[in-house]
């Protein structure tokens, strides 16, 4: 089983530039969420699916967007990239409501902006 | 809103000492309750979770958790670590107002000297 595979895995991106980091599952799952983890403040919660079709915002939104046409992709996109988006981010997958079932994630993506 | 604290930042212990790591979390409702963690280089996966019943919850690799309601604690406790255990820590409890958003605390780092 691939699990949640991440890509890329590093990526490097100037000011202003716009990239997709892609986030796709094999285990069916409806539940989809993306996180950044910074130093000294864990993870926090950009963007969350509940199913195809269906996004919401989480604790960090702003500057990035998601979309939801399969069950198995959930992209991150970020619009126009700033030096405050410099950070690693997961990709997590579960088969129900996060606050009940075990969430899976990916390997990570670490992002800088210069 | 929900928060969770995890006060020991850094832990430095010898092979075969004993590991407490502390979680506390504000809400004082029904709250559900997961400790992840992180092995170097690699994504994040599930130690243990705590629903109901039991206060006292074993997971895998011999870790378990103790949830005290009266004291909003969960912390993480190993009798005996190995150097296999160096890892980050997080603590993740559900949003009250939100069955689809986990919170998490701000890690632990632990690091097992033989």
């Known amino acids: 089983n691939a699990g949640v595979t991440q890509t890329p895995k590093f990526q490097v991106l100037k000011t202003g530039q716009s990239m997709t980091l892609q986030c796709a599952q094999d285990?069916?799952?409806?539940?989809m969420s993306w996180y950044r983890q910074d130093p000294g403040m864990g993870l926090r919660l950009i963007h969350y699916s509940v199913g195809a079709g269906i996004t919401d915002q989480g604790e960090v939104p702003n500057g990035y967007n998601v979309s939801r046409s399969t069950t198995e992709d959930f992209p991150l996109r970020l619009l126009s990239a700033a030096p405050s988006q410099t950070s690693v981010y997961f990709c997590?997958?579960?088969?129900?409501?996060?606050?009940?079932?075990?969430?899976?994630f990916g390997q990570g993506t670490r992002l800088t902006v210069v | 809103a929900q928060s969770v604290s995890q006060h020991n930042h850094h832990v430095i212990l010898s092979e075969a000492a004993s590991l407490e790591l502390g979680c506390n979390y504000s809400?004082?409702?029904?709250?559900?309750l997961f400790w992840y963690v992180q092995y170097p280089g690699q994504h994040l996966q599930l130690l243990l979770k705590y629903f109901s019943g039991d206060p006292l919850v074993k997971g895998i690799k011999g870790f378990e958790a103790e949830f005290i309601k009266s004291k909003f604690s969960f912390n993480l406790r190993k009798p005996s670590v190995q150097w296999s255990d160096t890892a980050e820590y997080f603590c993740?409890?559900?949003?009250?107002?939100?069955?689809?958003?986990?919170?998490f605390g701000t890690g632990t780092r632990l690091q097992v000297f033989p």
């Open positions: 809400y004082g409702g029904t709250v559900n």
């Open positions: 993740a409890v559900n949003d009250p107002y939100n069955t689809d958003k986990l919170i």
């Open positions: 285990m069916n799952h409806e539940y």
């Open positions: 997590a997958s579960s088969y129900g409501p996060t606050e009940r079932a075990e969430a899976f």
